[in-house]
C-alpha cells in the first residue's frame, strides 16, 4: 500500500489540462493501485492524478456503493441529461464545500488499465462525483462552477456552540 501526497490549491498541477495516456503498463497499474489507497485513507469517494502531482487523464471513484471501486484511464463524458444541485467537498480543498450544479445521469467511456475500452453509466451521487474528477483532467475545480462557497470548519464551529 502506497499512499501519496494529495496536493492542495493552489498548486498549479491542480489547474493543468492532464495529458492523454498512452503507455499501459505495470507502471500505469501501481499508480491506479496507489491512487485507490490515497483515495481510502484520505476517506475521498474520487481522486484525480493530478491531485498527486501527476499530469495524468486517470481517475479512480468509489461512492461506496454496488458499484465498488472504478479505475479510468483517458475519461470522456459521452452523454449527460437531467440536473441535480448538492454539495461537493474535495481532497485537495480542505475545510471548503460548495453547492454545484451537475447532471443526474452520465455516460463515461475511457479504458481500463490495460487499455480495454469501458464503458460507465452513472447516476445520482456516482455521477456526481465522476464528473468531479473529470473536471480535475481539464483543470476545473468544484470552486470555480459553486453556486456557494463555505468553510465547513465555520459551520461546524457554529454548530458546536
Not at 487523464?57 to 441529461?81: F, Y
Request: net charge negative; charged share 30%; with cysteine.
Amino acid at each position: 500500500m502506497s499512499i501519496r501526497i494529495i496536493v492542495k490549491e493552489p498548486d498549479p498541477v491542480l489547474r493543468e489540462v492532464a495529458k492523454e495516456v498512452t503507455k499501459f503498463n505495470d507502471n500505469l497499474k501501481k499508480l491506479l493501485k496507489d491512487m485507490a489507497d490515497t483515495m481510502y485513507d484520505a476517506e475521498g469517494v474520487g481522486l484525480a492524478a493530478p491531485q498527486i502531482g501527476i499530469s495524468k487523464r486517470v481517475i479512480v471513484v468509489d461512492v461506496g456503493d454496488e458499484n465498488g471501486l472504478v479505475e479510468m484511464v483517458n475519461p470522456v463524458i459521452v452523454e449527460q441529461e437531467g440536473e441535480q444541485l448538492g454539495p461537493e467537498g474535495c481532497l485537495s480543498i480542505p475545510n471548503l464545500n460548495g453547492d454545484v450544479l451537475r447532471s443526474e445521469r452520465i455516460v463515461v467511456k475511457g479504458q481500463d488499465s490495460s487499455g480495454q475500452p469501458i464503458t460507465v453509466e452513472a447516476r445520482g451521487y456516482f455521477a456526481r462525483a465522476f464528473q468531479h474528477e473529470v473536471d480535475h483532467l481539464n483543470g476545473i475545480l468544484f470552486t470555480d462552477l459553486a453556486q456557494n462557497v463555505f468553510d465547513i470548519t465555520e459551520r461546524q464551529r457554529k454548530g458546536g456552540e
